[in-house]
């Protein structure tokens, strides 16, 4: 008989608590009837050890709780908390705003947060927006992208303008370089200061040549630099 193969590990998952600040918010409901909390959370955390850890053996141990708070508030969502313990605060009017779409975008915006949970920061160094972006390159690899989102670089944009816009130029620099680069650049921001250079040793270029060319070919060939109408902007549905 041939040997037993070793158990697969498991993925270090936290325990996940909830509170809702008032019962009788119509968001509340919206959220309920959208998802199964414990679910959500779940996968949250899953799609964000697949895309910046790809193993169980690579992911941090770290934390041991997150606290969903579903309460009134403004804005969409925040991460906050201790390295053990992480809470996430989510706005029961942004639910709402979204009911045509509540399931979606609740899964998108706990993806997005449940990152900051997970996601190296070179010692808080790195720039927020490239912070912000390899949060939503996750939310936009777990098919989470929601419809107003767009591939849009303008003339005077940077690449850590963060959000989408950082996420869907990571993605192309993924697409560059090769699968998992983006998980290599996490890597890097472990426990190190913030440089630019890690883009160089990761996909050949510096960053700014890498964003100009990003630019160049949403812009159908030109970079677009150049010209006096700062609005102008190009997009790619």
């Known amino acids: 008989?041939?040997?037993?193969?070793?158990?697969?590990p498991e993925w270090p998952l936290p325990k996940f608590n909830l509170r809702v600040d008032d019962l009788a918010h119509p968001g509340v409901a919206l959220f309920f009837d959208s998802v199964d909390a414990h679910a959500a959370l779940r996968d949250a955390v899953l799609a964000s050890f697949k895309w910046l850890?790809?193993?169980?053996?690579?992911?941090?141990?770290?934390?041991?709780?997150?606290?969903?708070?579903?309460?009134a508030m403004e804005g969409v969502a925040y991460t906050s908390g201790s390295r053990e313990e992480k809470e996430i605060h989510f706005s029961l009017a942004h639910i709402v705003n979204s009911a045509a779409r509540a399931r979606d975008e609740i899964l998108g915006v706990l993806t997005h947060e449940v990152v900051h949970c997970y996601q190296h920061n070179a010692n808080g160094t790195a720039p927020g927006g490239l912070i912000e972006g390899i949060a939503d390159f996750v939310r936009l690899r777990a098919g989470l992208a929601p419809p107003r989102w767009r591939r849009v670089a303008k003339r005077h944009d940077r690449w850590d303008a963060g959000y989408e816009k950082t996420g869907y130029f990571l993605e192309w620099v993924e697409a560059l370089a090769g699968a998992g680069t983006v998980r290599k650049l996490n890597a890097a921001l472990d426990g190190v200061n913030w440089e630019e250079g890690v883009f160089e040793r990761l996909a050949g270029k510096p960053?700014?040549?890498?964003?100009?060319?990003?630019?160049?070919?949403?812009?159908?060939?030109?970079?677009?630099?150049s010209g006096d109408n700062e609005d102008d902007g190009f997009t790619l549905v």
């Open 53 to 71: 850890y790809a193993t169980p053996e690579h992911a941090p141990t770290n934390v041991r709780s997150i606290l969903l708070v579903l309460r």
């Open 207 to 225: 960053v700014r040549e890498l964003w100009c060319a990003y630019k160049a070919e949403l812009h159908g060939g030109e970079e677009g630099d």
């Open 1 to 8: 008989m041939p040997p037993t193969p070793p158990p697969t």
